[in-house]
């Protein structure tokens, strides 16, 4: 009879030490009350170890990383670690496996969770310490780490801007000092990006009125065209920056100007839908009767899009379908 329970001891003792080893963190540690339900179900314990392997997995995704480590931390934070019973956490890892594993959840995996692979074994003689496997959270915060170096390293290895490239920055930024500086180390005041503007069409589309002021203080050209026609004139009409256009436009004859897209400053201000912006371009001389390619006026362009106060105003100064 002893011999009897003795043996049903060490087999009891065995199924504790099997649930130990079967989570992904070391049970023998647990102090949640979601860990002790995950340590105290074998099935828990083997999910919880294939959704580290699945999520160890998904991070050799290096396009999709971020993501896949934010959505984790969301999982344990607002699905596992609100359950309060060993249903729910079921439900909450099965639903996170299948996640990792499909491209329609924005988190995929290359490869599907292998659940019949052999977790590797401890080397011999290891302290408990140190065989225990690490959790989700512990994979995290190496992969965060990870990250983070790989960044420093490409901004290391990245060329610095071109003085020309800070000054377009700077005068989308409205830097107003960080121009002063770069035009004083040289940079180029009628410098090119790659669509044809100019630092000046930056900062007159954004409305930034005392750069566009130091710019043309500055020499820039204020008739320079992009590679679509467009000029720092038309860029404040289409954005509807009425105090820049009250600066330059003393200084820029060509009101009537032609573009690819837009025949005339008035079209574009009519695109920005700003009444103000169409009457002081019809006060300093905007052609009212321009046409666009396929025949379409000002006035037909803002009746079309129910501009209702522009189109009136257009009339007003003789503008006709």
Not at 41 to 57: G, H, I, Q, R
Not at 281 to 308: P, S, W, Y
Request: glycine letters at 6%.
């Amino acid at each position: 009879m002893k011999i009897h329970k003795l043996i049903l001891g060490i087999f009891f003792l065995l199924m504790i030490a099997g649930n130990i080893h079967a989570a992904s963190f070391d049970c023998g540690k647990a102090t949640s009350e979601v860990e002790k339900i995950i340590c105290s179900s074998d099935e828990l314990s083997k999910l919880d170890e294939s959704l580290n392997k699945a999520f160890l997995e998904a991070l050799k995704r290096t396009d999709i990383k971020k993501r896949t480590i934010e959505s984790q931390r969301q999982w344990l934070k607002n699905k596992r670690n609100t359950c309060q019973n060993a249903e729910c956490l079921k439900e909450a890892y099965e639903t996170r496996i299948k996640e990792l594993g499909l491209s329609s959840h924005g988190i995929a995996i290359s490869t599907p969770l292998n659940r019949s692979e052999a977790s590797p074994k401890p080397p011999a003689n290891t302290p408990k310490s140190q065989t225990a496997k690490p959790t989700v959270e512990v994979n995290i915060r190496k992969t965060e780490q990870q990250h983070e170096s790989t960044l420093k390293r490409l901004k290391k290895s990245e060329p610095e801007p071109s003085l020309n490239e800070q000054l377009m920055q700077a005068a989308e930024n409205g830097s107003l000092e960080q121009i002063k500086a770069l035009l004083t180390k040289g940079a180029d005041v009628n410098a090119r990006d790659n669509l044809g503007r100019t630092a000046l069409m930056a900062a007159g589309g954004k409305g930034h009125l005392e750069i566009v002021k130091l710019l043309i203080d500055n020499g820039a050209d204020v008739n320079a065209k992009d590679e679509n026609g467009r000029t720092v004139l038309m860029d404040a009409a289409r954005s509807g920056k009425l105090r820049i256009l009250e600066f330059p436009i003393d200084k820029v004859p060509k009101v009537n100007a032609k573009t690819k897209d837009v025949p005339t400053v008035v079209m574009a201000a009519e695109w920005g839908r700003n009444l103000e912006v169409v009457r002081l371009l019809i006060d300093n001389g905007a052609d009212v009767h321009a046409k666009a390619k396929n025949g379409d006026t000002a006035l037909k362009m803002a009746q079309n899009k129910g501009n209702t106060r522009i189109a009136k105003l257009l009339r007003a100064h003789g503008a006709k379908e």
